[in-house]
């Protein structure tokens, strides 16, 4: 199994951008695919992003295309997600995920991290 930790999150004013790092151990990365879901506050988990194993093909939600890009980079165990002009309605807890199949659905992982805290300030 593949053990996820997100990094990265914390207060951001509108406008800026920052980038969120999921750290993969226990297994070799580029076995899973991956993918970023966010959750707002009092609000459901939403898919945000996917990526395939090489890192070679994302697909992104339309609330988030052309702001949100997904990398990954086995070599490091990682997946990136650089966030720019980030608004109010970012904010919440966002999480990594990966498992055996891509897909917009949480139901397509099977191991997720703790999530990372966004707040994004006016």
């Known amino acids: 199994q593949v053990h996820l930790v997100e990094s990265g999150g914390g207060l951001v004013q509108a406008g800026g951008s920052l980038r969120l790092v999921c750290t993969a151990s226990?297994?070799?990365?580029?076995?899973?695919?991956a993918a970023w879901f966010r959750q707002a506050p009092g609000k459901e988990r939403v898919f945000v992003g996917f990526?395939?194993?090489?890192?070679?093909?994302?697909r992104y939600a339309d609330s988030v295309k052309g702001r949100f890009t997904i990398s990954k980079d086995n070599a490091k165990n990682a997946m990136y997600l650089q966030i720019i002009h980030v608004n109010p309605e970012d904010t919440g807890i966002y999480y990594c995920?990966?498992?055996?199949?891509?897909?917009?659905?949480?139901?397509?992982?099977?191991?997720w991290g703790q999530g990372t805290q966004v707040t994004v300030s006016t």
């Open positions: 226990g297994d070799t990365f580029s076995n899973y695919p």
């Open positions: 990526t395939t194993r090489g890192g070679a093909y994302t």
């Open positions: 995920a990966a498992g055996g199949r891509t897909g917009a659905s949480q139901g397509d992982y099977e191991f």
